[in-house]
T-cell receptor, first 113, second 113 residues
Framework: AQSVTQLGSHVSVSEGALVLLRCNYS??????LFWYVQYPNQGLQLLLK??????LVKGINGFEAEFKKSETSFHLTKPSAHMSDAAEYFC???????????FGQGTRLTINP | ETGVTQTPRHLVMGMTNKKSLKCEQH?????MYWYKQSAKKPLELMFV???????ENNSVPSRFSPECPNSSHLFLHLHTLQPEDSALYLC????????????FGPGTRLTVT
């Protein structure tokens, strides 16, 4: 069965530091992959997605993620954290042709001034 | 209105009440979803509708009853809920059920007393 694992339920970085949120998936077929962000009392907002083609994907707010098939990973990065990046981040996977988007458990990102 | 809207944003109800959550998407999508988001738990998919037909029902208790009168509107009818049903209920839509990113509404924060 397909699953998504996010390493670390809580990540804390200093303002201006590198942000790295880890996501691994388990699937025999490379899925479509997504990162969503959820700010307090709001729904999920799509940050970026990988379907096919270039493995380095750029999203909104300066975030990017790289699909690595050999490592079954899709880690999210941002070179320099901003206070406004504090939120919960969800990685999700969708098998091509399937109806169900499988979510990881989420990572809460805290930015220290 | 743009995107996906949900009403009400907050709802407090007793265990014997009957209430309904409403979701509307203004994106011209063909698929709609209900999710439950509880504290410290992964996002749980409850129902999936494609072109107003229910295509997935993830063993959700019968006290939750979805309704999709057209491709733009989705309801979740609630009756005789339990305190453990308190959660954030998120609605989402996508172009189709397969292989497309989902767009989320802001959610309804439900408290069952």
């Amino acid at each position: 069965a397909q699953s998504v694992t996010q390493l670390g339920s809580h990540v804390s970085v200093s303002e201006g530091a590198l942000v790295l949120l880890r996501c691994n998936y388990s699937s025999s077929v490379p899925p479509y992959l997504f990162w969503y962000v959820q700010y307090p009392n709001q729904g999920l907002q799509l940050l970026l997605k990988y379907t096919t083609g270039a493995t380095l994907v750029k999203g909104i707010n300066g975030f990017e993620a790289e699909f690595k098939k050999s490592e079954t990973s899709f880690h999210l990065t941002k070179p320099s954290a901003h206070m406004s990046d504090a939120a919960e981040y969800f990685c999700a996977a969708l098998i091509q042709g399937a109806q169900k988007l499988v979510f990881g458990q989420g990572t809460r990102l805290t930015i220290n001034p | 209105e743009t995107g996906v809207t949900q009403t009400p944003r907050h709802l407090v109800m007793g265990m014997t009440n009957k209430k309904s959550l409403k979701c509307e998407q203004h994106l011209g999508h063909n698929a709609m979803y209900w999710y439950k988001q509880s504290a410290k738990k992964p996002l749980e998919l409850m129902f999936v509708y494609s072109l107003e037909e229910r295509v997935e029902n993830n063993s959700v208790p019968s006290r939750f009853s979805p309704e999709c009168p057209n491709s733009s509107h989705l309801f979740l009818h609630l009756h005789t809920l339990q305190p453990e049903d308190s959660a954030l209920y998120l609605c989402a839509s996508s172009q189709d059920v397969s292989g497309y990113e989902q767009y989320f509404g802001p959610g309804t924060r439900l408290t069952v007393t």
